[in-house]
């Protein structure tokens, strides 16, 4: 989709300099391209585009995705089967695959339309920052924008924060409140449920 | 290790992304598959998947194209880890890999480059060998490459060293047919002296491959259908060698998997003539 963006030129460009800056390392070709988003971000002109970068992270986010460790993702019937009491200390374990990028611009929607094949939006600043949750399921890379409220729950859930305490940080986070004012998360298709990111609960034993 | 020579597998084509779902939900007419080896050495996800779907089905051979074996860098001992973790997923046929370098001083070319055919160079592959089969636990099937470059230092013919490596390192060989097509035009010699300069009883694969002329020299691009002149040293080749698993490179210009069946079928054909042939004189 970088190349997409950029056009056959400039992303000829991107990818000599790219080539002269990074000298393959690894024997494997697949990982070759694993420091362009730091290039573009860095590079001029590109960085003066921070869309480009921001295409490259999210690619390369997504390639990562598709093959990367296998888990298995928690079912429904396993989080009906734990009991009310326990779910206090429920603690979400991210899949190895799941990654979160932070945005600047509209570089999701740009990827979004290039995909399509449709004629992609102006390169524009966002004015907040946005998370891009991407993940595995059903041996596909998806992608999708969280909310801010959603985003803080992420970032808590992945440091191992209990659910119980989760509960109780969205019943006042000041996101919550500044809800309305929120950009609407852009659906992609196939991508309604957060719960396939989840690749692992644990209930720790209780602490006394 | 095992002394017994790899089974012979029929006619099989490279395993591409783009023919997955064909193989899976038909039956083609395929008796086995070879895989790129680096595109199977991820953490896991679909690839993976299918491919272990796919070796439920069919025997399966491993072919890596970074091992590098001529370099003078020392061994990639990740990379042979990661290549022994496929090999014990797959338990492959067996697993190849060109006698040429990619890189070194850490970088990699991707790329298939040419050794002069020296006593030295000679003595440091056979080392290599030895101690990648040893890591392995498995022979190793090395594959002539196409080259459009000599070097003026060589002391002895591509097939001498070829075979030395062989019978020194006691590993296998895959006699790619259009790789000694294409050197022999570009560096003018006879494509009859390198098929009777190779030892027979090493080989266990052939490939097959389409190639573009670039005027004055020929590319091994595998971008194309394999061409008439390629057929008849195929022919020649099976003549002297008898049955050897035989597939078809195809890396771009991937056309539908029938097409590529297809051209399968005129190895098989070929393959069958020469039999046929040979059992005539043989009744005679
Ligand atoms: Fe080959």
């Known amino acids: ?208 | 290790m095992s002394d017994h020579k790899p089974p012979y597998l029929g006619f099989g084509l490279g395993l591409r992304p783009e023919h997955y779902d064909e193989i899976l939900s038909g039956e083609p007419n395929v008796d086995w598959f070879e895989v790129i080896s680096e595109n199977y050495m991820i953490p896991g996800g679909k690839p993976l998947r299918i491919l272990d779907e796919i070796r439920e089905r069919y025997p399966i051979v491993m072919h890596g194209v970074s091992l590098s074996i001529a370099s003078t860098a020392p061994l990639d001992m990740d990379y042979l880890t990661e290549l022994k973790t496929l090999a014990d997923r797959v338990d492959p046929k067996w697993i190849s890999d060109h006698l040429c370098w990619t890189g070194v001083h850490g970088v990699n070319l991707h790329d298939l480059l040419p050794i002069p055919y020296t006593k030295e160079a000679l003595d440091h592959v056979v080392d290599r060998v030895a101690r990648v089969q040893d890591f392995l636990g498995r022979r190793l099937t090395l594959e002539n490459v196409s080259s459009y470059v000599t070097f003026a230092e060589s002391e002895m013919s591509e097939w001498d060293f070829v075979s030395e490596v062989a019978t020194r390192a006691d590993c296998w060989l895959l006699f790619d047919v259009n790789n000694v097509y294409v050197s022999s035009y570009n560096h003018g010699f006879s494509t009859r002296d390198f098929l009777h300069g190779v030892p027979r009883d090493r080989i266990v694969q052939f490939h097959l491959a389409g190639h573009s002329h670039e005027g004055d020299h020929i590319v091994d691009t595998h971008d194309h259908p394999v061409c008439d002149e390629v057929w008849d040293f195929y022919r020649e080749t099976v003549a002297h060698f008898g049955p050897v698993s035989t597939m078809i490179e195809r890396d771009d210009n991937i056309p539908p998997l029938a097409e590529v069946i297809a051209e399968l079928d005129i190895a098989r054909r070929i393959a069958g003539e020469v039999a046929e042939a040979k059992h005539v004189v043989a009744a005679e």
Request: charged letters at 25%; a neutral charge; glycine letters at 4%.
């Open chain 1, 1 to 208: 989709m970088t190349h997409a963006y950029l056009g056959d030129e400039a992303f000829s460009d991107l990818a000599r300099g790219y080539i002269a800056a990074h000298p393959s390392d690894k024997r494997n070709a697949r990982w070759f391209s694993r420091y362009l988003p730091e290039f573009a971000r860095t590079t001029a002109p590109f960085s003066e585009h921070r869309e480009v970068a921001e295409l490259a992270a999210l690619e390369k986010a997504l390639a990562d995705a598709f093959d990367g460790p296998d888990t298995a993702p928690v079912s429904l019937e396993e989080l009906a089967a734990i009991p009310p009491e326990d779910w206090v200390n429920l603690v979400f374990t991210p899949q190895p695959a799941a990654t979160r990028l932070r945005f600047k611009t509209n570089a999701a929607d740009i990827w979004t339309a290039l995909n399509g094949e449709d004629s992609p939006p102006e390169p524009a600043q966002l004015p907040e920052p946005q998370t891009i949750l991407v993940w595995r399921q059903d041996l596909m890379s998806r992608f999708r924008p969280l909310g801010p409220e959603e985003a803080m729950m992420w970032a808590e859930a992945a440091k191992g924060v209990r659910f119980g305490v989760l509960c109780e940080m969205v019943a006042t986070s000041p996101a919550r409140t500044k809800r309305s004012s929120a950009r609407r998360p852009i659906s992609r298709p196939g991508s309604k449920r957060a719960r396939s990111p989840v690749s692992a609960l644990t209930v720790p034993s209780p602490i006394w």
